[in-house]
């Protein structure tokens, strides 16, 4: 089946740090990947996307690549700030299937 | 202005009762959603429907019901609730038309059964 691992938190930085959350993903066909961002007490909002091999997502300083070879989209920040601390999703969905498929979520803590 | 809007925030019940969750969006989307998270973060996706017909029903217990009145609304009706129901619920919704098909998701509504 489809699914989705990413790596486990929870993650402490400082402020400007470099931050990594891997993501490897098993589709039976050629997926779209997204990571979500859930800020505490809200809902998911859409971070960043990618539809095809190759296509690399960015938003907000955060920056994540297709790699079908390696069947990942790691999510990427050069400097973070204590406002990215949220719980990150890496999510995949196949062509013409309605529903994502989440991982099971990082929790990020950003200290000052 | 709020994209996806779902009532209650927050509900808390006792087991055994009935209870339901109503969701919104003024987006223009055909198709929304019903996800549970539980404690641990972890997002399932339980219902969605496509222009007020069911197309996603996972393995969910049958005291949940969604009920969809017209393409802007779903709501979940969940019967004789249990401890284990206690979770937050979040509503989504998302054009089905279009490379990307992202989903738009509401605030959540945090259920706790006592």
Redesign the interface.
């Known amino acids: 089946g489809n699914s989705v691992t990413q790596m486990e938190g929870p993650v402490t930085l400082s402020e400007e740090a470099f931050l990594t959350i891997n993501c490897t993903y098993t589709a039976t066909g050629y997926p779209?990947l997204?990571w979500?961002v859930?800020y505490p007490g809200?809902?998911?909002?859409?971070l960043l996307?990618a539809?095809k091999a190759d296509d690399k997502g960015s938003n907000k300083g955060f920056e994540a690549t297709y790699r079908k070879e390696t069947t990942s989209f790691h999510l990427e920040k050069g400097s973070v700030q204590v406002s990215d601390s949220a719980?990150y999703?890496c999510a995949l969905?196949l062509p013409n299937d309605?529903?994502?498929?989440?991982g099971?979520?990082t929790?990020v803590t950003v200290r000052a | 202005d709020t994209a996806?809007s779902q009532t209650p925030k927050y509900l808390v019940t006792q087991m055994g009762n009935d209870k339901s969750i109503k969701c919104e969006q003024n987006l223009g989307h055909d198709?929304m959603?019903w996800y549970k998270q539980d404690s641990?973060?972890?997002?399932?996706?339980m219902f969605?429907y496509?222009n007020k017909e069911l197309?996603?029903n996972e393995t969910v217990p049958n005291r949940f019901s969604p009920k969809s009145p017209d393409k802007a609304h779903l709501n979940l009706h969940i019967n004789s609730l249990e401890l284990g129901d206690s979770a937050v619920y979040?509503c989504?919704s998302?054009r089905?038309s279009g490379?990307?098909?992202?989903?738009?998701?509401?605030?959540?509504t945090r259920l706790t059964v006592t």
């Open positions: 779209s997204f979500y859930q809200e809902g998911l909002q859409l996307k539809t719980v999703f969905r309605y529903k994502l498929s989440f099971a979520g929790t | 996806v198709t959603y641990k973060k972890f997002l399932k996706i969605s496509n197309i996603i979040f989504a998302s089905t490379a990307f098909y992202e989903q738009y998701f509401g605030p959540g």
